[in-house]
């Protein structure tokens, strides 16, 4: 049931970027969104340097206390299942940003398109991710619900 609800989410919303990359053939940027772009291009690739260097740190320090005989699993498992997590989207948000600078800076049209590749990517993860975010706390509400309702762990 839930499938098929996503299913006809996602067919509905193909059929609308369809049907407005083909009203917009002609689409260009003046020099004003051009600068913008390349702002929030210099942001992204920012914003990734820094997620690459605090996901290397995590997996580096997790690693590292697991091989000194660190007996704490939970904590290090935990950061170096963040920095698993987290290595993709941050790698597609540098991608995007690199390509669509290269491709601005080159003037070369076919390298911008192929730069809102890995974006695209991104802004999925990050929903998906926010849906199971948003689930996963609704669970816990339900759970404390449940549980004060019947006086559970009070003492």
């Not at 969104?33 to 340097?49: D, S, V």
């Not at 995590?58 to 697991?66: D, F, V």
Request: glycine letters at 8%; aromatic letters at 16%.
């Amino acid at each position: 049931m839930v499938v098929h609800v996503f299913y006809i989410l996602s067919l509905h919303y193909y059929q609308m970027v369809n049907k407005e990359e083909q009203s917009h053939p002609d689409f260009y940027l003046n020099e004003k969104g051009l600068k913008a772009i390349r702002q929030a291009a210099r942001w992204a690739r920012g914003l990734a340097f820094t997620g690459l260097f605090f996901i290397g740190g995590m997996a580096w320090l997790g690693i590292k206390n697991l091989l000194d005989g660190s007996t704490d699993y939970s904590a290090n498992g935990a950061s170096i299942l963040v920095a698993v997590l987290f290595i993709f989207p941050t790698s597609w948000l540098f991608q995007y940003a690199s390509r669509l600078l290269k491709g601005i800076k080159k003037n070369d049209n076919e390298l911008l398109n192929h730069a809102f590749q890995p974006l695209a990517a991104f802004f999925k993860w990050l929903a998906i991710s926010t849906g199971i975010l948003v689930i996963l706390y609704l669970i816990f509400l339900s759970i404390t619900g449940v549980a004060s309702l019947f006086g559970w762990g009070t003492h």
